[in-house]
């Protein structure tokens, strides 16, 4: 794979799932660390991506205040975003992940609608503070710099003294065989303690996600409720989701 080819591939990756790991890069287009390192430096050059330890993270993903930032598939995650704040109702109590596609649903709730929502997004909990009319819950008090979200042992716990109505995660990638999979670990057990705090567990992706696979398991597909992508249900690639029992929208 020629240089140009190879970075191309890299910044795809980036973009798509919002962090990426030199590791599993290395595997991908079997090349060595070394010269993941130098694609990765001469990408955050260039100011196309930035580079941390042991891999790098999407400027979308890291972002925290409003300054405009191109959002990969922006209109694909408005359409999904659209699609899960449909589910919202007045009252409820709904827990969510971080992302941008999360960060597209605040955006799209409605400005009358009454619901408390729980987050350790910093992005996400900013939009949601310039809502008139929801209150906002804040998880947790270790910030994880980089993805601007809060991890960490006390972040659980307070997850799990939470019964949400639903669980909105912006999920890395999907697949019927291996479920829900992330490439964070600290992400996945905050992950994993929402599903189990949650009555409804509601996953958002574009469809370039769907049957992908990350190194860190999540959840099972039978642990997921509704699977929410910009494509119309009746898709075909959704078909496997609906026939293990998943609701498609």
């Avoid at 809060?150 to 669980?167: E, L, M």
Wanted: proline content about 3%.
């Amino acid at each position: 794979m020629l240089k140009r080819e190879r970075q191309a591939y890299i910044l795809h990756q980036v973009n798509l799932h919002n962090k990426i790991l030199s590791s599993q890069l290395c595997q991908e287009i079997n090349v060595s660390e070394d010269t993941i390192r130098r694609d990765l430096q001469e990408l955050a050059d260039q100011n196309k991506l930035i580079k941390v330890h042991g891999g790098a993270l999407s400027h979308s993903f890291s972002q925290v205040n409003f300054t405009p930032v191109e959002i990969y598939s922006q209109e694909n995650k408005r359409e999904v975003a659209r699609k899960a704040a449909s589910l919202i109702e007045d009252g409820m109590f709904i827990l969510t992940t971080g992302g941008t596609t999360i960060l597209e649903m605040a955006r799209a709730l409605p400005p009358g609608l009454r619901a408390t929502f729980i987050s350790g997004s910093i992005p996400v909990i900013m939009e949601y503070s310039n809502h008139p009319s929801i209150d906002v819950i804040v998880i947790g008090d270790k910030l994880a710099k980089n993805s601007k979200i809060t991890v960490g042992a006390d972040a659980i716990q307070q997850i799990k003294s939470i019964r949400a109505d639903i669980c909105f995660l912006g999920i890395n990638a999907i697949d019927i065989q291996h479920g829900v999979t992330d490439n964070d670990w600290e992400v996945v057990m905050l992950k994993r303690a929402m599903i189990e705090s949650a009555k409804r567990v509601v996953c958002l992706t574009i469809s370039e996600k769907i049957n992908s696979t990350q190194p860190l398991h999540v959840c099972d597909i039978a642990k997921v409720t509704t699977l929410i992508t910009e494509l119309d249900p009746v898709h075909a690639s959704l078909l496997p989701y609906q026939q293990a029992g998943v609701q498609v929208l």
